[in-house]
């Protein structure tokens, strides 16, 4: 399936061991550390190293797991609450600015494989980066151990900000928050062109 390195084998865009050192903090133990190898591959290292696969499928793998879990979470933990406001929860919780925060507090862009233009203009710090690679590895965990093994990653990651989304469901919902206080303040919502 992937290819690339093992998690043991020097990957020269990385920290020395940042790789393994994830696994462990991530705490899932990959039969096939491939697996975490090419979640960390960004499509710029991809293109200095031809025939190298990218994270971006894992990832597209990883989102949906990630909405699944967190939706089957906020399901079961507030049997009162609403669609709508499991839609908002949701979001919150799987934004782009959630996932960079845990992705940094992972150190996840330590072990990121980055083309060298892409390494040196920041890419290890950039929220957008951050955020895919996280899907990715999640995406990872999903292939390599199963929904209950993503789930045993997921939950415990992001259990303050769950906890925090079921709080109130709206308040990271910047649109819509927006959208209610025009009503309130303008009798209409805005209208985008």
Partial sequence: MPGGPGAGEHVPSAAPGAVADLAARVGH?????GLL???LTHRS???????TPSNER???LGDAVLGLVVAEHLYRVDDAMPEGELAMAR???VSTEALAKVAAGLELGRA???????????????RSILADAL??????VFLDGGIDAARAMVLPLL???LADAVADPGEADHKTRLQEASARRFGQVPRYD
């Fill in 58 to 60: 894992l990832e597209f």
């Fill in 29 to 33: 133990d990959f039969a096939d550390p």
């Fill in 91 to 93: 979001a919150a919780v």
């Fill in 159 to 161: 259990d303050g900000r």
């Fill in 45 to 51: 290292w991809c293109a200095e190293h031809e025939g």
């Fill in 112 to 126: 990121l494989r980055l083309g060298k233009g892409e390494d040196a203009t920041g890419g290890r710090a950039k």
């Fill in 135 to 140: 899907e990715a590895v999640i995406g990872a």
């Fill in 37 to 39: 190898v090419e979640a």
